[in-house]
């Protein structure tokens, strides 16, 4: 039993799949400021942003509904941004009263939610790309072109290694469980036990999943120690960087940039 | 009088297509001690999986006269012990106590009858002084002796079995044949320790890529040299 539904990457062949990763990583998190340094209520800024993010999202060969059904898990986040629409001062919308407090909305709330909410969406959907179009390896490989440190990529591919081992374990435990949930012969007895109870064991089977992934880990640094390892995380050298690439990759930004300067410029 | 286990025409596909089973015919009477040999991915632990509803394959099961359907399943899981290869699984509390009485407890037995199946299980596995201790912190053996009793304590009618000599030291491994040579129950033991098969068990199955490919008395398929090196295992 082995768990493949968590890895994001979708085996296709597409011109955003063959594009290096370096490249990916870049643009994306180039894409996520651009959106996240818009001013608020630059809509049209918005609108470029989501049409580009939408013809990657066709390129690629997802298509949008995978991507954007994906892209409901950011939902519950935006939440967070409710309040702003009470705390910002500006043209009244309407009154609510909770309890003693009357809690006052404005039109400029209102349009600052919107925009928050829009442009997480917008993140989270360049993301979701990135995460399906580029095996991990290669992004971890990106990560450590671009110059995050080392030590904390190797961290990003040891918990992307371990987390579906994790999972596994957690299922086979689960297994064991269904296995030995049975009826009582005897009539009268009704099988289930009580909500406590259950509570209860499944704690038990949540700290027992810690113990377990902490001794492993404590394994595997015995392990990587046997093997050499000083606190240096050692790779290959990561190959050039080639003309198109440089291309591609100043394209992407020059456009981002058009794009944040203009939103500042008319709406900032 | 039924049988412990009936298969018929047992088929089943992982969901990436691959084929685990197929056809799988099957008949096990009470109290007969069956071993289940083969090489890895021959596909018996998906067959063991079958014998309490975990995995449902297309074909007919009949566990203790009662036909594999969801409304059964509570009954079937009750008379099917079935002990996974990794005791680490099994023991899943934070006590052996705990662990041992979570199938009486869950099927809302008094506190009493809990308690007093709690005692009966880890007496038969020999290891009545180890209520309090942490699964945790046992040995390997030790482990495989408790996730036995888990089962025990369920009374069951079946006791299924997944490599359960595996990884245990010379002594430790004596001490659990006896122990199962001892429990009268109907046992389907999967393993590759073939002198414990030649030892405890008078019938074998031998599967391969799926199928069964011999089911028979198990000295007269240990004298069949040919047989067993076409599936990959060796005389004992």
């Known amino acids: 039993m082995h768990i493949h539904f968590l890895d994001p990457y979708q085996p296709l062949k597409s011109p955003v799949h063959s594009l290096d990763a370096r490249i990916k990583f870049i643009l994306t998190v180039a894409f996520i400021l651009t959106a996240s340094l818009a001013p608020s209520a630059a809509w049209p800024v918005y609108i470029l942003l989501l049409a580009a993010i939408l013809a990657v999202e066709i390129l690629s060969g997802l298509g949008m509904i ?4 994906r892209a409901l898990l950011a939902l519950p986040f935006v939440l967070a941004a409710l309040p702003v629409i009470f705390t910002i001062k500006g043209q009244a919308l309407f009154n609510l ?6 809690l006052t909305a404005s039109s400029e709330g209102l349009a600052r939610f919107v925009s928050v909410a829009f442009k997480s969406w917008l993140s989270v959907q360049a993301a979701i790309v990135l995460a399906a179009s580029t095996r991990f390896p290669e992004l971890l490989q990106a990560m450590r072109a671009v110059g995050i440190p080392r030590l904390l990529v190797g961290m990003f591919g040891l918990t992307w290694r371990y987390l579906f081992v994790l999972v596994d374990e957690a299922l086979r435990l689960l297994r064991a469980r ?65 003309g ?12 981002l940039a058009i794009l944040l300067i203009f939103g500042s410029l008319l709406w900032g | 009088m039924h049988h412990s286990i009936e298969i018929e025409h047992l088929s089943f596909s992982y969901p990436d297509g691959h084929p685990a089973l197929q056809d799988i015919n099957l008949k096990i009477a009470p109290c007969e001690k069956v071993a289940l040999v083969g090489p890895n991915g021959a596909g018996k632990s998906t067959l063991l999986l079958h014998l309490n509803g975990i995995l449902k394959g297309n074909g007919q099961v009949t566990v203790c006269g ?33 662990d041992v009485a979570f199938g009486p407890l869950y099927q809302g037995l008094d506190p009493e009858d809990v308690s007093s199946r709690v005692k009966k299980a880890l007496i038969a596995v020999n290891m009545q002084e180890f209520g309090q201790r942490v699964s945790h912190h046992l040995s ?63 019938r074998t ?17 240990m004298a069949d040299e040919a047989l067993l090196k076409a599936h990959g295992l060796e005389k004992p």
């Open chain 1, 97 to 102: 009263a909770i309890g003693p407090w009357l």
């Open chain 1, 178 to 242: 269904t296995a030995r949930s049975g009826q009582s012969r005897q009539a009268g007895n009704k099988p289930g036990g009580s909500l406590a109870w259950r509570a209860h064991m499944a704690g038990g089977m949540a700290g027992n999943l810690f113990l377990r992934a902490f001794e492993r880990s404590d394994r595997i640094y015995v392990a990587m120690l046997s093997r050499g390892y000083d606190g240096e995380v050692r790779t290959l050298p990561i190959p050039a960087f080639s």
């Open chain 2, 66 to 98: 009662l036909s594999m359907e969801q409304k059964n399943l509570g009954k079937i899981r009750a008379e099917v012990g079935l002990v996974f290869q990794n005791p680490d699984d099994q023991l899943f509390s934070p006590t052996v106590f705990d």
């Open chain 1, 244 to 255: 198109s690439n440089w291309l591609t990759l100043g394209t992407g930004l020059f456009f």
């Open chain 1, 66 to 69: 995978y991507v954007l059904k």
């Open chain 2, 205 to 221: 199955v031998i599967m391969d890529e799926g199928r069964i490919v011999a089911d028979g008395d198990t000295l007269d398929l």
């Open chain 2, 140 to 202: 390997t053996g030790e482990k495989k002796r408790i996730a036995i009793a888990t089962v025990l304590s369920v009374e069951p009618e079946v006791l299924v079995l997944d490599e359960p000599t595996a990884g245990l030291d010379p002594r430790a491994r004596r001490s659990f044949i006896n122990l199962l040579r001892d429990l009268p129950l109907t046992m389907l033991v999967s393993t590759h320790d073939m002198l414990l098969v030649k030892e405890l068990f008078d």
